[in-house]
């Protein structure tokens, strides 16, 4: 049970002009949503979007689970993000940039205006990129990124991001599947103080396949030498002079699509998860304004990289649409060394800091005591996503860069939702460590059994979203099929399918929701998900490797990180199977797929119907004693020549 002795309250100076200032103000909202569902998101949705014609319907669940959103409502999201605000805000810093080796731009809404409608115009004019077409993105951490991003938005072209530690392979895969009609890329960019190459990894991708692609758009960052293929690619810089800044914006549909981006899961390839354009912007707008409690001249600054779903909503989208500075940081936050993070923090004056628990663990590691070289007073809240935070990590983050005086928001969600699901609000929440704490306002959780029975506290179960909600994943890019089964074909409530996140989770007496992790076959390395079936594919391409089955393995760094066993073919041997298998991960996946523990063993502990049993080779991993039944089993005794190889590595 939560005490109030064991919470951590909100700051009483910061909460007075907070968004939601009280659990009490909290309460009132989510009362007003449980009361009239409807009416509370139009409310918001009627106060937030600038809506170039007005929807009819605030929610159509006739198609469910394929849900619509303010139906024939019509919108922008480039103009709710930049054209809205340059009225009153055209000479304020939109993005703050600063590169991996200090240098800094500022850009004003009014200079990202005339550079997002330049690049709409080369993108229309010089490409044909119209209304629907996909856009792949493989690009570095620059302003570009977010030019191409709402560029897209402007003109209604759906962007796929792939992030930059993909692999060509992986890369091919995303283009094939979205059918791209062109790839906007650099040809490179700087990490600690060197400079790096992403074009070669966009000609190897084109090489394998991607035969939908008919030009390459190349940004240059750092003016490394790269091939170049007449006819395809093209040069960013020197084509988007002669650009016009005025492109007028299409009017978009609430419902059409604003982009897709890949995500692992249990089964099968990544999966291109579809949002939409107006409850995506809107909740995207609201959780930045709730959650961060962004306001006046506050600058911002979430840490992710715009290839994963948290740069999407908080380095973009929710930012932008909020009329904020945003930062983005080309570099990594431990170089040069690891006070970085905190010097940026003092030269800008940041506001808010958004990052993952990998990384506080990192900085927390290589410097303990460098917070306190910097002034890091104008921070106000701080915030983790991603993968849970252990109390160690919370106890620093929250004591030693928050100085006690900042609300830690450790906000669950995933690419699915959107936004945020889960999360204490910074004025109004009292704080249990690594706790996600309540459902925001508007949100409906419930966690539950698979027979769609509630949990009682203390209980864990499966968590669900039980009702739509505005940012939710549309569908899977093409496979409407996999979308109802993957989201909807789990659990049911009333007879009524819901959401389910393939996320366990537990509530206390007060209600208070702990996250426990994955129950499904995904994993967790650095707050990077991805699934076991995808990895077990790629290792099955070695063709001396018989049988495959990788676990998640505790990391003190990582949160989880990959630990895969083999079973050779017959009469093979190969000694340098772990290196091979490494590489073969880097190029099929990309370096964050690349294990930390590979063994070699005699066999699987399957059932006799063949099923392998994972969660033996989860404790196993874990060097846990197996409580299991191991009876069951084809051969049992192949557990004890796993254990002793396991332990033998
Ligand atoms: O398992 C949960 C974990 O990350 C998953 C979603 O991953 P992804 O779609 O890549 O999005 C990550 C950024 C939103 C979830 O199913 N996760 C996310 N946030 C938390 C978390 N686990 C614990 N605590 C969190 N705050």
Redesign the pocket.
């Known amino acids: 049970m939560s005490t109030e002795k064991s919470l951590y309250q909100p700051n009483p100076e910061f909460a007075k002009n907070a968004y939601i200032p009280s659990m009490d103000a909290y309460w009132e909202l989510q009362n007003r949503a449980i009361e009239d569902y409807e009416g509370f998101w139009k409310g918001f949705a009627d106060e937030k979007i600038d809506w170039l014609a007005p929807y009819d319907k605030v929610l159509d669940e006739s198609n469910a689970p394929f849900y619509e959103w303010f139906t024939n409502g019509k919108l922008n999201v480039s103009n709710q993000c930049i054209d809205r605000h340059l009225a009153d805000k055209a000479d304020k810093t939109a993005i703050l940039f600063e590169g991996d080796r200090g240098d800094v731009e500022k850009i004003t809404y009014a200079q990202l205006s005339q550079r997002v409608n330049k690049m709409a115009n080369l993108l229309k004019n010089e490409f044909g990129v119209t209304k629907g077409d996909r856009v792949v993105l493989y690009m570095p951490m620059i302003p570009e990124a977010a030019y191409a991003m709402l560029a897209c938005a402007r003109i209604g072209a759906v962007h796929s991001i792939v992030f930059g530690g993909f692999s060509a392979e992986a890369l091919k895969d995303r283009i094939e599947d979205a059918q791209a009609k062109i790839v906007i890329t650099a040809d490179g960019a700087y990490r600690k103080g060197k400079p790096y190459l992403l074009k070669n990894v966009v000609d190897d991708a084109l090489f394998r396949g991607g035969e939908s692609i008919e030009a390459v758009l190349v940004v240059k960052r750092n003016n490394e030498p790269i091939e170049w293929v007449e006819g395809r690619d093209h040069n960013y810089n020197e084509l988007i002079r002669s650009q016009s800044d005025v492109c007028p914006f299409e009017i978009m549909d609430s419902e059409d699509p604003l982009f897709l981006l890949y995500?692992s899961g249990s089964t099968g390839k990544p999966k291109g998860v579809q949002h939409s354009s107006a409850g995506f912007i809107l909740w995207a707008q609201m959780t930045t304004e709730w959650v961060f409690d962004v306001k006046g001249d506050d600058i911002f600054w979430c840490t992710a990289d715009v290839g994963?779903?948290?740069g999407h909503t908080y380095i973009v989208y929710g930012p932008l649409a909020a009329g904020t500075t945003t930062v983005m940081f080309e570099g990594v936050p431990i170089y040069p060394d690891a006070g970085r993070a905190w010097k940026m923090v003092q030269d800008h004056k940041i506001t808010q800091f958004y990052t993952a628990p990998t990384a506080i663990r990192v900085l927390h590691k290589m410097g303990k005591d460098e917070p306190k070289k910097y002034d890091l007073s104008s921070l106000k809240v701080l915030g983790?996503?991603?993968?849970?935070?252990d109390p160690a990590a919370w106890k620093w983050y929250y004591e030693t860069v928050g100085n006690s005086k900042c609300a830690i928001v450790?906000?669950?969600?995933?690419?699915?939702t959107g936004g945020h699901i889960i999360t204490p609000l910074p004025g109004a929440t009292p704080i249990k460590p690594g706790c996600?704490t309540f459902a925001l306002p508007g949100i409906m959780t419930e966690i539950l059994s698979y027979e769609g029975i509630s949990k009682e506290a203390g209980e864990p179960g499966l968590l669900c979203i039980t009702k739509p909600w505005p940012s939710m994943i549309r569908n899977i890019w093409g496979d409407p099929e996999r979308y109802k089964k993957a989201y909807f074909g789990d659990v049911a409530k009333d007879g009524k399918p819901v959401y389910f996140?393939?996320?366990g989770a537990v509530a206390d007496e007060a209600g208070y929701i702990t996250?426990v992790?994955?129950v499904d076959d995904?994993i967790?390395v650095s707050?990077?998900?991805m699934g076991t079936a995808e990895i077990e594919a790629a290792v099955k391409e070695d063709n001396s490797v018989a049988e495959v089955a990788v676990v998640g393995c505790p990391h003190d760094i990582k949160g989880e990180s990959i630990f895969i066993y083999i079973v050779l073919k017959e009469g093979h041997i190969n000694a340098d199977i772990k290196n091979h298998i490494n590489e073969l991960l880097a190029t099929e996946i990309g370096n964050i797929a690349k294990a930390d523990h590979i063994i070699e063993v005699p066999g699987l502990p399957k059932t006799r119907s063949g099923k392998i049993m994972r969660r033996i080779l989860r404790s196993i991993a874990k060097h846990e004693e197996i409580t299991q039944d191991i009876s069951t089993l084809e051969d049992p005794s192949i557990v004890k020549q796993i254990e002793t190889t396991a332990r033998e590595a």
């Open positions: 995500t994963w779903i948290t983790t996503v991603g993968e849970p935070i450790d906000t669950w969600w995933q690419t699915e996600a996140s393939g996320d996250i992790g994955r995904v967790n707050g990077h998900r």
